[in-house]
């Protein structure tokens, strides 16, 4: 975590659009990194992560559910 310091660079680090989950369409939605097109937000060990996502699991990692 790092604190705003009102640059346009952090606004852009600190964005994500909201997608359709990755491993699930239907249901599910996923998190992609703004500045970092093809960065997902996905869940590792109780973290969060930003990276890029290959494999079914990164997928199923970086779906998560509204609730």
């Known amino acids: 975590m790092e604190k705003d310091d ?5 606004d852009a680090d600190a ?3 909201q997608r359709a989950g990755l491993s699930d369409t239907a249901a599910g939605v996923s ?4 500045n970092f097109p093809g960065r997902y937000i996905r869940h590792f060990n109780n973290l ?7 494999t079914a699991l990164d997928r ?3 779906t998560f559910y509204k609730q």
Do not use: I, K
């Open 60 to 62: 199923q990692d970086a």
């Open 6 to 10: 009102g640059t346009a660079l952090f």
């Open 31 to 34: 998190y992609e990194s703004y």
């Open 15 to 17: 964005s994500f659009f």
């Open 48 to 54: 969060l992560y930003t990276q890029p996502v290959s």
